[in-house]
């Protein structure tokens, strides 16, 4: 018994990689040949994504390893004996090697104090459990390792959790709380790592993990039938780049160097949609057309944004908190406060309430501001606006000069977003009626886009900047071939995409050389 607890003592310690690198994954237009396998945390869980024949649905199943009856019981003696000796809330804000470092020494102590005959492939499955369950978020901690899952969506105990994965969109997963309790225990986790509470008396969650990802949850039947439930959105830390979403067909080269032109010339864009429609996407992609030197203000409730830039100022909306819910700074706060922060560009994560009539001054006096809202066409949106909790003049929304309509659509039976029109606003008449023009639309029975007709927007560029029509399109076509190029070339990586926007800024003629335009 004294050698084995030496064994025990003596077991290097397991090398655990949370991010490993996941190759391309190539895109299936067949669902029942879909049949991928990758890794989310080295060497232990896996993604395995599937068509299952007899349920007729693609699934997605977490690989983790296998614990018998014996080890499971050995692995909840552990953790129960770990929970009453450490505060992992306040382990968690140490360095990932620390935290590996201590759970292998508490794990191996608490081994040899209880006599537990352990193998060294028993150990290293219990370890993985303990750094995943302690570190992480549990059995959902895979889920928000794979960087190809956009939304992880629990609709109550004793149900499928799904995900929407890039991919492959809609997704059942194998993964289930089967006990109410269970949830709850994982929703009060998730409330506590967004330093927040959750409780029978406030049983609504809106908050943001540490790394960005944002959560709503519920706790309580009243509001849930089904009991406990979660919607994680999750942070993207490298959004697409403007090339990758033409490798997608989300858009057209022609409509981002149409977007690319107005960012250039200040514009005040809104991109509309449902949710999930790709208006953040396509927000953060276009972001990269912001001039290197421009200073950038955004302001958002939850964090989603993530800007290649250096002269940035992201603003993040606080709620209440304390006795007396005070600290409370909300997005019209913030608003008001970046205008007095000298910005080139205000970017809103999303209009929904007052903070809208302050961001349509600051377009009225000048400030170029990009945002997002809620809205499937031209008409709802004026209708959203003009109506409350906002209720602005029909007469203001004339500061708009483009909106970008995004949508959630079904070609060749997968789910995919798409641009599906770009909308010029000629003029708003007080009884806000618009006058439009509509210069890109993406025909879906075709799945292309088309440049339909002039637009009003270059002509107002032309004046207000002294350039000629001619400059204007000689300029739109070489940045469509520029980026067409890059789109062929498959140069996608975050930062290149970036350097090469700056450096075309600079030196034009060079980067068009360069990539062989004429």
Not at 30 to 51: G, Q
Not at 490 to 501: A, D, P, S
Request: net charge neutral; proline share 5%; charged share 25%.
């Amino acid at each position: 018994m004294v050698a084995e607890r030496i064994s025990v003592m003596n077991y290097p310690q397991v090398a655990i990689d949370f991010v490993p690198r996941i190759p391309p994954l190539k895109k299936v237009k067949d669902k029942t040949k879909i049949d991928v396998r990758y890794c989310l945390v080295s060497p232990f869980a896996y993604a395995h994504i599937y068509w299952d024949p007899k349920e007729y649905e693609v699934v997605y199943d977490v690989e983790e390893p296998t614990l018998d009856e014996t080890e499971l019981q050995y692995k909840n003696q552990i953790v129960t004996a770990m929970k009453s000796m450490i505060d992992f809330n306040e382990l968690i804000k140490r360095s990932d090697k620390t935290i590996f470092e201590y759970i292998d020494k508490r794990f191996k102590v608490l081994a040899m104090e209880m006599g537990l005959n352990i193998s060294y492939e028993t150990y290293k499955k219990i370890y993985y459990y303990l750094c995943r369950d302690f570190i992480g978020f549990n059995e959902a901690e895979p889920l928000l390792r794979d960087c190809f899952v956009e939304d992880i969506e629990c609709n109550g105990a004793n149900t499928p959790v799904y995900i929407v994965h890039r991919n492959f969109r809609n997704i059942k997963s194998t993964l289930k709380f089967n006990a109410n309790s269970h949830l709850e225990s994982f929703v009060e986790k998730l409330a506590q790592r967004c330093g927040k509470s959750i409780s029978y008396s406030r049983p609504i969650l809106d908050g943001s993990l540490p790394d960005g990802s944002r959560v709503n949850a519920t706790y309580t039947k009243d509001i849930t039938s089904r009991g406990p439930t979660f919607t994680i959105r999750k942070f993207t830390k490298t959004p697409w780049t403007p090339p990758q979403l033409i490798e997608f067909n989300t858009l057209s080269p022609e409509m981002l160097a149409y977007l690319w032109l107005l960012i250039e010339y200040k514009m005040n864009l809104l991109v509309i949609g449902g949710t999930a429609s790709g208006k953040t996407t396509l927000l953060n992609a276009i972001s990269f057309f912001i001039p290197p030197e421009a200073r950038v203000v955004s302001i958002e409730d939850t964090r989603e944004l993530n800007l290649p830039r250096e002269n940035w100022l992201p603003s993040v909306a606080r709620s209440a908190t304390g006795l007396g819910n005070t600290g409370e700074i909300d997005m019209y706060a913030l608003l008001k406060a970046s205008f007095r922060q000298n910005p080139d560009y205000v970017i809103v994560g999303e209009v929904r309430g007052k903070e809208a009539s302050v961001l349509f001054q600051g377009m009225a006096s000048g400030h170029s501001s990009i945002s997002t809202i809620h809205a499937d066409s031209v008409e709802t949106v004026i209708k959203r606006l003009e109506t409350p909790p906002i209720e602005l003049s029909p007469t203001l929304l004339n500061v708009i000069d483009s909106m970008c309509i995004m949508t959630h659509a079904i070609v060749d039976k997968r789910e995919t977003r798409k641009l599906r029109e770009i909308v010029e606003i000629v003029d708003v008449d007080p009884e806000g009626v618009a006058i439009t023009n509509t210069p890109f639309v993406w025909n879906s029975m075709e799945d292309r886009f088309y440049f339909k007709k002039e637009s009003k927007i270059f002509d107002k560029i032309s004046k207000r900047y002294g350039l000629t029509k001619n400059e204007l399109l000689r300029e739109f076509s070489n940045r469509t071939k520029l980026l067409y190029k890059l789109y062929q070339d498959k140069i996608f990586r975050f930062h290149e995409v970036q350097g090469l926007v700056n450096e075309y800024y600079k030196k034009p003629e060079e980067v068009l050389k360069k990539f062989g335009v004429q």
